[in-house]
């Protein structure tokens, strides 16, 4: 089976077509099975064609086949087979790991309330295979999971979003035919979402809606994390300052809080796949605008990183930190993009020894992540980072605790345990500003308090800084120090 064209491939021939295939057409020639029926593409989001077959009536849909069993595929048509318990759904991958996964007590991916919602469909109406040619020859609907028509998830709160959605968006076709199709899948929804929730477009109006969605996202804590670099130089707390525009009833609180970056899975490539559409469109002034959106993420990162370095007098050289958090957010274990990949990185640069705690990702997603070409050469991974089994061994000995999942956990640690075993002075560096509450009590322990947009510490460790405001380019990584 061919695999399906990545986002930007698909943008270089016109709008990226919907995941949704509705199964009673040419798959012979398109999915290499089955025969029957006549084509047309039908919905919003993904990297597939979607395919529909109706040349005459609508037909009530029994059989569904997700192709693809990830982050989303997975919680997705769970989902369904929850709410539509006379909906056979059959998920099939060509990872044959990762299917037996899904159908062993240990599910491949942490989303809260997900494991409850397969257990409870599993076996009934809810099956996972690597067997694709048969299941997409038994369905009347096929869902390829790149995203799905498309999706509007958070990780986190993603089985939540599903049940309880703002609203289900379809695009496709404006023919007799495409509308069928569409409005199939919206009888599919409408098994728990209220119909005026389900909006329907056309293809274009789809495609750029969810582009658009996750760009003023994206824009939003860019905008707040340029803000907190202004307030760590003026004094401001810019947890104040969010507060305050917050309660602008125009503006609103939602993705006003400021951290080390964002990450995840769709933030970047989305507003990258509409940078590109701009540049395509010859519209450079668009696309250099939301270019920006990813600069000031890139700026942040690198920004926490060189702040950790001048707050350890100038140099990370073999000395030990601890990471507290590798996924990009907490409630999941996705690493995608995250932003402790990165500052592990310019800290990896700088021969830091890192040792790395978090409660839901796997020591091996560690390794490679931290082993990609872009980030780590050679052995540099080997050489210089530990994967921890518990926040108190890898803050054990550490010059530093730096913070970068906001995990509701590290809020509850003892952290009169955590100093004594720390070498002195001993430093926090909070990259998600999630020991607000406890700044006296840490300071009081003997902590040196470093946190986004804000001046905790009053005085410093006697050191004899050069004077310098550090200036940081938005294209270089932090400056080398040589090493001793």
């Known amino acids: 089976m061919k695999p399906p064209p990545s986002r930007a491939e698909a943008f270089k021939y016109g709008p990226r077509p919907g995941t949704l295939v509705a199964v009673r057409g040419d798959l012979a020639e398109r999915l290499q099975c089955g025969p029957e029926g006549g084509v047309v593409r039908a919905a919003g989001t993904g990297a597939e064609a979607a395919l529909g077959a109706w040349n005459t009536v609508m037909f009530e849909i029994k059989k569904i086949c997700c192709i693809g069993a990830g982050y989303v595929g997975g919680p997705t048509c769970s989902v369904i087979a929850q709410m539509c318990p006379e909906i056979k759904v059959t998920v099939v991958d060509v990872n044959e790991s990762r299917i037996n996964a899904w159908n062993s007590p240990t599910l491949p991916i942490y989303e809260p309330g997900l494991k409850e919602v397969v257990e409870a469909c599993r076996g009934k109406n809810l099956f996972f ?94 905008s707040i994390n340029s803000i907190s670099a202004l307030c760590e130089a003026t004094g401001a707390d810019v947890e104040e300052v969010a507060t305050a525009i917050g309660m602008d009833q125009r503006i609103g609180n939602k993705f006003l809080k400021a951290s080390v970056g964002f990450g995840g899975s769709c933030f970047q490539k989305d507003v990258l796949n509409l940078v590109y559409l701009c540049e395509a469109l010859n519209l450079p002034e668009v696309a250099h605008y939301w270019q920006q959106v990813i600069d000031i993420n890139d700026y942040q990162r690198r920004r926490f990183a060189s702040r950790i370095i001048d707050g350890l007098f100038n140099t990370v050289t073999d000395k030990k930190i601890a990471i507290l958090g590798f996924a990009f957010k907490k409630d999941t274990g996705d690493t995608r993009e995250s932003s402790s990949i990165y500052i592990s990185k310019y800290l990896m640069d700088e021969g830091a020894h890192l040792h790395i705690y978090d409660p839901k990702v796997p020591r091996e997603q560690i390794v490679v992540d931290l082993s990609h070409p872009g980030v780590s050469e050679d052995d540099q991974v080997s050489q210089l980072v530990t994967i921890s089994k518990d926040p108190y061994e890898a803050c054990d000995g550490a010059h530093a605790v730096v913070i970068c999942t906001e995990w509701d956990m590290f809020k509850e640690l003892d952290y009169e345990r955590i100093h004594k075993k720390m070498l002195k002075p001993a430093f926090i560096f909070d990259g998600r500003r999630v020991l607000d509450g406890l700044h006296h009590e840490l300071q009081t322990i003997g902590f040196q308090i470093e946190t986004i947009g804000k001046k905790v510490s009053s005085k410093r460790i006697p050191y004899a800084p050069s004077g310098e405001i550090p200036k940081f380019s938005l294209q270089d990584p932090p400056n080398k120090k040589p090493r001793v």
């Open 129 to 222: 295979s690597t067997n694709i040619d048969d299941a997409i020859k038994e369905a009347d609907l096929v869902f390829i999971s790149v995203l799905s028509n498309p999706e509007f998830l958070a990780e986190g709160t993603a089985i939540k979003d599903l049940k309880n959605p703002d609203r289900v968006l379809i695009g496709g076709d404006e023919t007799p035919e495409g509308q069928r199709a569409v409005q199939a899948l919206c009888a599919v929804y409408q098994h728990w979402v209220p119909k005026e929730k389900i909006l329907t477009t056309n293809t274009w109006s789809s495609e750029l809606s969810k582009l658009a969605a996750n760009a003023f996202l994206a824009q939003r804590i860019s």
